[in-house]
């Protein structure tokens, strides 16, 4: 004998839950009445900030956070206007963004990509945001990008290094200031191959996801061209925390170069335990072993503390630019908060005010707009000299910093020192590089 | 072999941790016969406590030079410690840089006041609940503390040096008969061996040769006869959430200058610390000791290249691997009471 499993509130359900999700797409996209995706109405705008404020990148997500609000009280006339009176740019005055004031809404990403769409997600349809900016990781920052091309909304990237962001992973409603991997392994490459020369043995240890294996394999194509051979590539979890059993292999390993793969609290914890292990004091090879960090943060340097003396490693920005853009931003965010903004931070506050200035050139919040104002746009004064949004990519192209751990710093805030920066051309390379390909912009998506 | 007795050093020094914390959770569960789920936050809490007193330590008070500049251009406050200004610049050096093993001084009093008072405030209300309610309030309690930390302290690790006496590595090597320098291990880790060893042999030398220890032995086994022989059975259990939260502090001091502490560094140990208490047996404290040792050593093995090259990403699931196979082919665990999680 058979029985039905079907109830009528089952139904019901199913049908509910099944009729939601048809339905979503259609809202995303649905035709408003100006055409796109949560177009202004009344004398204000909504901009979403969308960073981690709880988990392991939440320093520097607070940070990006006070970025961003500094960014719009520039943009609403409030304060010394910081990066605005040295931009290129004019077209900001001071007044909001074409007539409106602006106002924002904060999610907490907790550098999952899940809690980070959903929260996205929530911005674009419970809060009407027009503008999505923030993240501290790669992986975050290709999830929120594809939510915001579905859903016809701007994606101001915060902080993501990886290739893929602005490679594989593109997305035509997309744009990232921050500089990648590539670039970190292009601008640092020459000055290890200055102090350590071109006979060297690399250890790699790797974050397993997609910002360590896209560091590594860039990191490893550059030091491997000049001569460098890799020993070993060693994944490891994203916080493991205690990283011993995989630092234990590489004193016996025949390497005379350790480079870390790891950024937040992964390399403050991979790089003390690698000086814990002596790592630094050993001759190998007939040469001093070293260590590498090719991504570098001031938040990470002041966590890893003396550990990070004399190692080097690549930053986007840095406060101790000398640019007038630099101090100025550096000003005003320094007397408001009383220490200076990290280059997560700078990143995000550009973003802000790249994205305002490039609704005011267009004349239109329609994303569309927007994205024909920002692709190939070059500008200046935002504190890392001549800059341009390349429109084959919206990948950012500017000057890379090589920096180096401070052997004397004065404060936790100059624990990282200044040793070259990198011209622009030295960092470029073709949108269709095999580390970058695979990927199309697509078309823009105003969510009509 | 140079590689092989690394991993090993490697698995005991990982292995301390867990036994410790192990250890520490078993004594609750054994005695109270709760599933302290904040026991992680506990161990963080010991943490902090190395951070806290580092922090006091260092406090000091400003000076202008006039010779340096700020950020912001401004003449540089240059900080200078108390310490040293009351005591001499040598002894407040002294204090600094032994802040470590000078926080266990404040550890042990602070953790077990804490400990009593969690479980007279708290966990006693939970005694009758069912394990899933006592796990709900814990893990709650454990979130509660986290952000608490994080709201005084901020998210990142927080450098927690050794003493500069226990810099740098020894070189175990030679004293097995190899080349100089083929096995050097830090210095701080095998400290942190031999310190889990004393308090592991301390709690168990309390247990097996103090009448206090006997009396909770008894308890543990029979507690309504313990309590019908007229013995305040309960005073002596609350005690040992004392102990017990004493002993997480005390890991989590030592700890510090291994894995700088943040505010999520418990949860990254609980889950394991669960795993080797039931690997070992729930309620048995030998079980937890040995469990520990064991998984730690395991752990260090599947991270080998070696290892990871047959089985790749084996480092991560060896642990939760070998909990499987032991719960499948003995639930009660290796060194389980019978009868204990077999129904």
Redesign the interface.
């Given at each position: 004998m058979s029985k039905s499993n079907f109830t009528r509130r089952g139904v019901m359900k199913t049908g509910a839950v099944t009729s939601a999700g048809l339905m979503l797409p259609t809202y995303l996209r649905a035709e408003n009445h100006t055409g796109f995706t949560n177009a202004p109405q009344g004398d204000t705008v909504k901009f979403g900030f969308n960073v981690p404020q709880?988990?392991?990148?939440?320093?520097e997500g607070?940070d990006e956070l006070r970025a961003q609000e500094l960014a719009v009280e520039h943009l609403n006339g409030i304060g010394d206007g910081g990066m605005l009176n040295t931009f290129s740019s004019k077209v900001l005055d001071g007044t909001g963004v074409l007539g409106k004031k602006v106002e924002f809404v904060t999610g907490d990403t907790q550098t999952k990509s899940d809690v980070a769409r959903a929260s996205a997600q929530s911005m674009i349809q419970k809060d009407g945001c027009i503008m999505i900016t923030g993240g501290s990781s790669s992986g975050v920052a290709i999830a929120v990008q594809g939510l915001c091309q579905e859903a016809g909304v701007i994606f101001m990237a915060g902080l993501t290094h990886s290739n893929d962001t602005t490679g594989k992973d593109r997305k035509r409603n997309g744009f990232r200031h921050f500089f990648n991997a590539y670039m970190s392994a292009a601008a640092l490459t020459p000055v290890l191959e200055k102090v350590y020369g071109t006979d060297r043995r690399a250890y790699h240890l790797t974050a397993d996801y997609t910002w360590g294996w896209s560091q590594q394999e860039s990191m490893a194509a550059s030091t491997e061209a000049m001569g460098w051979e890799t020993v070993?590539n060693?994944l490891t979890?994203v916080?493991a925390?205690?990283f011993?059993?995989?630092i234990?292999?590489v004193?016996?390993s025949g390497a005379d170069i350790l480079v870390l793969n790891h950024y937040g609290?992964d390399m403050?914890?991979s790089l003390?335990?690698a000086i814990?292990?002596?790592l630094k004091?050993?001759q190998v090879n007939g040469k001093n072993f070293e260590i590498v960090v090719p991504l570098y943060s001031e938040?990470?340097a002041?966590?890893?503390?003396?550990?990070i003396q004399g190692v080097y490693g690549s930053m986007n920005w840095n406060?101790?630019l000398q640019d007038e853009g630099t101090a100025a931003f550096?000003?005003s965010f320094?007397?408001k908060y009383g220490?200076?903004p990290s280059g997560a931070a700078h990143s995000c506050y550009v973003q802000t005010l790249l994205y305002a200035d490039a609704v005011t050139r267009a004349g239109s919040f329609n994303p569309c707009a927007v994205v024909e104002a920002l692709e190939d746009f070059d500008f200046d004064g935002m504190g890392n000299g001549p800059t341009s949004y390349r429109g084959a990519d919206h990948q950012c192209f500017k000057d890379v910093l090589v920096m180096k751990g401070a052997e004397a710093p004065?404060?936790v805030?100059?624990t990282l020192e200044i040793v070259e920066v990198t011209p622009r051309a030295q960092v470029e390379y073709d949108p269709e590089h095999p580390m970058f390909a695979g990927g199309t912009l697509g078309d823009c998506n105003p969510g009509a | 072999m140079d590689a092989f007795i690394l991993q090993i050093l490697n698995g005991l020094d990982k292995g301390s941790a867990y036994a410790l914390i192990a250890l520490g959770l078993t004594l609750i569960f054994g005695t109270l016969g709760v599933v302290n789920f904040a026991h992680g936050a506990l161990f963080m809490i010991g943490a902090f406590v190395a951070v806290t007193v580092q922090k006091l330590f260092q406090f000091s008070y400003i000076e202008i030079d006039e010779t340096k500049k700020d950020f912001l251009g401004n003449p540089l406050k240059v900080e200078m410690p108390y310490l040293d200004h009351w005591f001499g610049t040598s002894v407040g050096e002294w204090m600094q840089d032994w802040s470590v093993p000078l926080s266990i001084l404040a550890v042990i009093p602070f953790m077990f006041a804490l400990g009593y008072i969690l479980e007279r405030g708290l966990i006693k209300h939970f005694y009758k609940r069912p394990h899933a309610d006592q796990i709900l309030v814990t893990f709650g309690l454990a979130i509660v503390i986290g952000e608490l930390v994080k709201a005084f302290y901020g998210a990142n690790p927080i450098q927690t040096p050794p003493p500069s006496a226990f810099l740098g590595t020894i070189d175990v090597g030679v004293m097995l008969g190899f080349d100089p320098n083929a096995i050097a291990y830090p210095t701080w880790r095998m400290v942190y061996f031999a310190f889990s060893v004393v308090i592991i042999a301390s709690v168990f030398a309390f247990l097996r040769f103090t009448t206090f220890g006997m009396v909770v032995r008894a308890g543990m086994a029979d507690r309504e006869t313990v309590g019908l022989l007229g013995i305040d059975i309960d005073k002596r259990f609350t005690f040992m959430f004392g102990l017990a939260a004493a002993v997480a502090g005390m890991a989590g001091v030592m700890y510090a200058p291994i894995l700088s502490p943040h505010y999520n560094i418990g949860m990254d140990f609980l889950v394991l610390s669960f795993v080797v208490v039931v690997v070992g047996g729930m309620g048995s404290l030998p079980g937890a000791v040995l469990a520990g040792f064991m998984l730690g050593i395991l752990q260090s093995f599947a991270s080998m290249n070696e290892v990871k090259a047959v089985f790749p990403g084996i480092d991560q699931i060896i642990i939760y691997l070998v909990a499987i196979i032991i719960l499948l082919t003995r639930p009660r665990g290796l060194m389980g009471r019978k009868g204990v999680m077999e129904e």
């Open positions: 709880t988990g392991p990148y939440a320093e607070l070993q060693v979890p916080g925390g205690d011993s059993s995989y234990a292999p004193l016996n609290g403050v914890n003390t335990q814990q292990f002596g004091d050993k938040l990470m002041a966590g890893a503390g003396t550990n406060w101790q550096t000003k320094g007397e220490f200076p004065t404060s805030y100059d | -």
